[in-house]
């Protein structure tokens, strides 16, 4: 039976909307402190956020893609850090699919359970009795402040050597308690400071088989994961790094269009909303974020109806996919610099939100799910090559 009745995104948005003056009021801690302020990472978690993905089965509200997108985007408009922490978490939770029912029972079922994590480099896994002995440090873990349980990827050892498979390392989806883990707080960079993204590091921690399975294109989900979602794969997942670009590209805007009104360029006496380039660039930057948005949300609404069908992505779906979640932060990157060219000295003023915007979609730019890097193994697809990014073949 399900834990919890359907819940649609609608009303996670009027949740959202509630927490709004929260969000705003810890913002600045946020950003200073380097991780999601506790009260807001709390109230997030309790309307359901972090488990947005999560199977009614396992608590969850089971969202479909495009709704949970339109709730992460919604959170990074009122705080950039707070938009990521959720997309990245419930990043994590398809994953969930790979795992036997009750692995996936003990670590989603309560619905305290919240999730962070990163792939890249593997763990060392070495074969004991019962599972595997895991050691190793993994980069850019979000959310990792809020979160009590890791995802991961761990390669097998045999002594000093790889375990291979078909000529590939062998990998494994792992999950781990974060009591078991050292959190390495060296999170300091240009923007995002605010989501924690911090190395997690463990050293020799058992991890039972149940919670150590291979890494392989998913044929079959377990049956608590076996709804449509799943059938997507890891392209959800994929997708939820742009998603907060959407909402602080469209802050951006937002904040301008309060602007314009009332601020003068210097030596002028017009205002920025009587000036043509400040119309043109406004009108520009809308365009470009509108039309991904409605492309990104179109690509994964066509998706997800193929997989309420019955269907699993091809390798031109994927590339669909992919195409239109890089699209999403390559149009909100542009989008900001059109708004801060217009917005004057307004834009390199720290009391002012526009130097945060610029600085929080720019490292977005560069995540290696989402980045510009990706549209080549895109082309690499249309042209009938094997794409050259791994994850086009789960």
């Known amino acids: 039976m399900d834990k919890e009745a359907a819940v649609s995104a609608d009303d996670v948005l009027k949740k959202v909307a509630e927490l709004d003056p929260l969000i705003r009021e810890h913002s600045a801690e946020t950003e200073r402190e380097r991780h999601l302020a506790t009260p807001v990472a709390e109230a997030l978690r309790d309307i359901g956020c972090y488990r947005m993905f999560r199977p009614r089965s396992r608590g969850g509200l089971e969202l479909d893609p495009v709704s949970a997108f339109r709730v992460i985007e919604e959170l990074a408009r009122i705080d950039s850090a707070a938009g990521w922490n959720i997309a990245i978490a419930n990043a994590s939770e398809p994953f969930g699919a790979w795992f ?40 850019f873990n979000s959310n990792s402040h809020a979160a009590n349980w890791i995802l991961g990827l761990g390669m097998v050892f045999d002594g000093d050597e790889p375990r291979m498979t078909d000529g590939n390392p062998e990998m494994l989806l792992t999950l781990f308690p ?64 742009a998603v907060s670009a959407l909402g602080i590209a469209q802050a951006a805007i937002d904040d301008f269009i309060e602007l314009a009104g009332t601020k003068a360029h210097a030596y002028t006496e017009k205002t920025v909303r009587d000036r043509s380039v400040a119309q043109l660039r406004l009108g520009q930057a809308q365009a470009k974020l509108g039309s991904a948005r409605a492309f990104f949300h179109a690509t994964f609404n066509n998706m997800w109806q ?11 779906q994927r590339a669909d996919i992919q195409l ?58 249309r042209l009938g090559l094997e794409p050259d990014w791994g994850f086009f073949h789960f």
Request: charged share 20%; net charge negative.
């Open 306 to 316: 193929h997989a309420l069908d019955g269907g699993y992505l091809d390798m031109s």
């Open 178 to 241: 974060m009591s078991d883990a050292n959190r390495i707080d060296n999170w300091d960079t240009l923007g995002m400071r605010g989501t924690g993204s911090h190395d997690i590091e463990v050293k020799d921690i058992f991890v039972p088989v149940e919670r150590a399975v291979p890494f392989v294109p998913m044929t079959e989900a377990s049956s608590a994961y076996s709804g449509p979602l799943h059938r997507l794969s890891v392209w959800p997942p994929v997708a939820c790094n």
């Open 100 to 139: 036997s029912d009750a692995a996936t029972e003990e670590v989603f079922g309560p619905a305290a359970t919240v999730t962070a994590g990163a792939f890249n480099p593997p763990r060392r896994a070495v074969p004991t009795d019962g599972g595997y002995r895991l050691s190793g440090r993994t980069t």
């Open 324 to 381: 239109a979640t890089s699209n999403v932060v390559m149009a909100a990157a542009e989008a900001v610099d059109l708004i801060h060219s217009i917005a004057g000295t307004a834009s390199i003023r720290n009391e002012n939100n526009y130097p945060r915007y610029f600085r929080d979609i720019h490292v977005i730019t560069q995540h290696a799910f989402v980045c510009e890097t990706r549209l080549e193994a895109v082309g690499q697809i």
